[in-house]
């Protein structure tokens, strides 16, 4: 199966895209390794469909290859050019997120938006990685899988959305249902594949009678049909409280034409052979939804007596249909199209500059809520376009202009009519900010009315900015009253050691910074005294506290243990540290101290606080287990060949492995040494063998 995989990949990647010889030899390089070539297909063909370019191929390739042999990768694409150069590292900044924690996920999603207002590329093909990792899942699923899919679900299916990735939506939305509704999901497929004949017949007949609307017009176009995604259904039938039988745009035809004129014609000419069913004639090339879209729909009653949906668009509004944000990223070179995308990229950057202020709770509760909410679009009286959540209000539009416009803000004339501050806005809007230079600047009661984060943000900053020594007081009050309402006496969560972790984890300077946070309500009170009380929970717990250093000894028993408090020590199996590398120690709560080695990847995750210095001080006779991969050509030799010249080197082997690719042999060996020395001797004798590509140290 892989071969054959192997092969479809081949004839995407050299049939449908122009690669130098160079490039063409790299790509043959890369595709001789053990990889996920199932998914990597997949996600392969979801990027010719979308229409990227091949430096997107390039660098997606190549951080399959990363993830498995870091050092084949980083070697590999020395020669690329600049573009793929930072997609590679755009690609490695965002993780998979089916493999990540609960707090990875959000600073992943952080990362996300900081890629995407850059490279649109990048994050279209992360998300046609999240769909290939939901779409293999089956019933029942673990907990981790369960959180995978509310992840899917709560993010990237809106966020597809926003970006106007229809398709790619419906696919995510189509294994949501499939997984969270098994039995209503095969119910209504079921249904579906009992009429499928009967649904073919008609797309047939009803495109064979468009067809001659246009060849009458002398016009050339596309026909396409489909039958709606089962989530589509799915969402009505819930939404919507409706019956099947109420769902009119089950069966679909869709004509592509070149211009504007021809999609009235056409819609006046299928009016003519068709009945239109009344209120489903819908014009959104003169009146396009907010996100943009544009195309002319019909609801028509046809041949089986049964309705079909009939849209009429011309090749650009395809186009940003089917490409959404993408399109406009593509094409953002050109004049008349770089002010627009600039638009549409508004939310996106508000929304990575309001992260770098808000806790991770904050970010995903406020994503989550804008993510969901429609959007509306209005403009200035200039004809400046802005992009806002519904429900957004004349104080969030005046944020969105400037910090200063929102701070003097004291109302606004819409489309030419006075209104408050506090007024709604809806989509067409025409809005004139009128400003007081005499204002004394915004009222705390501002935040139960705006909408966005961008606006809140501006809001709390002026606060914390302008009115610092009100909100300590302000702050220090708020957060007395809840110690009380809690129990709780500040001599016990106020020591100066309690102190001194909150404002590392805060990154703050002094407790007065932190009571003026909760005055200008970037901080809740209840948040700090939950921190607080975590550190004088964990006290009281009585784990052992280690002032400078955790000193590793083991004990008569030969346990790993600090020599100075006795608590129990283990390596982290992440990083697999050994004698001679550069160490690091993490207090965990109830499991003792583990060492990661000081360049582990995961040591951003852990809790800042409890990181300590570690020191090697174990016996002599004390041996460590280390991993080596060997990537050897195959050539003349054979793998029992192999073996025995591996095998002949002077190393304690506890296991090994070779596994047979294309034009290497890729070996997993795990070897027992005293420290880092011995680990570098054993790789460097590895790499004298003959026919031997690359040898290096695994992390696992």
Request: hydrophobic fraction near 35%.
């Amino acid at each position: 199966m892989e071969e054959k995989n192997i092969e479809k990949i081949k004839d995407i990647v050299f049939n449908q895209y122009e690669f130098s010889s160079d490039e063409k030899l790299i790509i043959e390089k890369m595709l001789q390794y053990e990889l996920n070539y199932d998914r990597i297909y997949v996600i392969l063909k979801a990027i010719k469909d979308y229409n990227l370019d091949k430096n997107s191929v390039l660098a997606f390739l190549n951080y399959q290859l990363f993830k498995q042999y870091p050092l084949v990768a980083d070697e590999l694409s020395q020669s690329f050019n600049q573009d793929v150069k930072e997609m590679i590292e755009d690609f490695k900044t965002i993780k998979d997120i089916n493999q990540l924690t609960i707090s990875e996920e959000i600073e992943d999603i952080r990362r996300m938006f900081i890629v995407m207002s850059k490279d649109m590329r990048v994050v279209m093909i992360k998300l046609m990685g999240i769909y290939y990792d939901i779409s293999v899942l089956d019933n029942p699923l673990n907990e981790e899988q369960k959180r995978f899919v509310k992840q899917v679900k709560d993010i990237h299916i809106p966020l597809s959305e926003r970006l106007g990735l229809d398709k790619l939506k419906q696919n995510l939305y189509d294994n949501v249902v499939r997984l969270e509704f098994p039995n209503e999901y095969n119910d209504l497929k079921n249904t579906i594949e009992s009429k499928k004949n009967e649904n073919e017949e008609q797309l047939a007949i009803t495109k064979a009678k468009i067809q001659e609307i246009l060849d009458d017009l002398h016009i050339n176009g596309q026909i396409e049909s489909r039958i709606k995604h089962i989530s589509s259904i799915f969402n009505k039938l819930h939404n919507k409280q409706l019956t099947l039988d109420q769902i009119y745009d089950i069966l679909a035809m869709r004509v592509i034409v070149n211009t504007v004129e021809e999609c009235y014609a056409i819609l006046g000419r299928v009016h003519g052979i068709y009945k239109p069913i009344i209120g489903r004639v819908k014009d959104y090339i003169a009146n396009p939804k907010p996100n943009g879209y544009q195309s002319l729909h019909t609801t028509i009653i046809v041949e089986n007596h049964h309705p079909m949906e009939i849209q009429i668009r011309t090749i650009e509004m395809h186009r940003n249909s089917e490409y959404g944000l993408y399109a406009h990223w593509l094409y953002k070179e050109k004049k008349d199209k770089k002010n627009d995308f600039d638009n549409r990229l508004t939310w996106f950057r508000q929304t990575i500059e309001n992260a770098k202020n808000m806790s991770n709770e904050d970010f995903i509760d406020t994503l989550k809520s804008e993510l969901y909410d429609g959007i509306i679009i209005a403009q200035t009286p200039k004809g400046r376009v802005i992009e806002f959540p519904e429900g957004s209000t004349v104080i969030d539009f005046a944020y969105a202009i400037h910090s200063d416009i929102g701070n003097t803000c004291s109302g606004a004339k819409i489309n030419g009519k006075l209104k408050p501050i506090t007024t709604t806005l809806h989509n067409g809007d025409i809005v004139e900010i009128i400003t007081n230079s005499h204002s004394k600047g915004p009222s705390r009661d501002w935040l139960k009315f705006v909408k966005t984060s961008n606006a809140r943000n501006k809001i709390k900053s002026y606060f914390k900015n302008e009115l610092k020594d009100d909100n300590i007081k302000l702050g220090k009050s708020m957060f007395n009253q809840a110690l009380q309402d809690k129990g709780l006496l500040s001599s016990q969560v106020l020591k100066e050691e309690y102190q001194s972790q909150l404002l590392t984890r805060y990154n703050m300077e002094d407790i007065d910074e932190v009571y003026a946070a909760i005055g200008s309500g970037s901080l809740t009170a209840s948040a700090v005294i939950n921190r607080l009380q975590t550190f004088y929970n964990d006290d009281k717990k009585q784990i052992p506290k280690i002032e400078n250093v955790v000193h590793l000894k083991r004990n008569k028993d030969g346990i790993l243990i600090d020599g100075d408090s006795g608590m129990l020590v283990r390596f982290a199996g992440c990083c697999n540290p050994i004698e001679g590398d550069d160490i690091i120690g993490y207090i965990s709560r109830g499991k003792g101290v583990t060492i990661h080695r000081s360049n582990c990847l995961n040591l951003k995750y852990l809790e800042s606080e409890r990181l300590i210095d570690a020191q090697w001080q174990v016996k002599e006779d004390a041996t460590f287990t280390a991993t080596i991969k060997v990537i050897a050509d195959k050539n003349n030799n054979n793998i029992a060949k192999l073996t025995n010249l591996i095998t002949s080197i002077k190393m304690n082997i506890k296991g090994f492995d070779i596994k047979d690719s294309i034009d290497n042999y890729i070996c997993n060996l795990v070897i027992e040494v005293k420290n880092k020395n011995e680990l570098n001797s054993a790789i460097n004798s590895l790499k004298n063998i003959k026919n031997v590509i690359s040898v290096y140290r695994s992390e696992r």
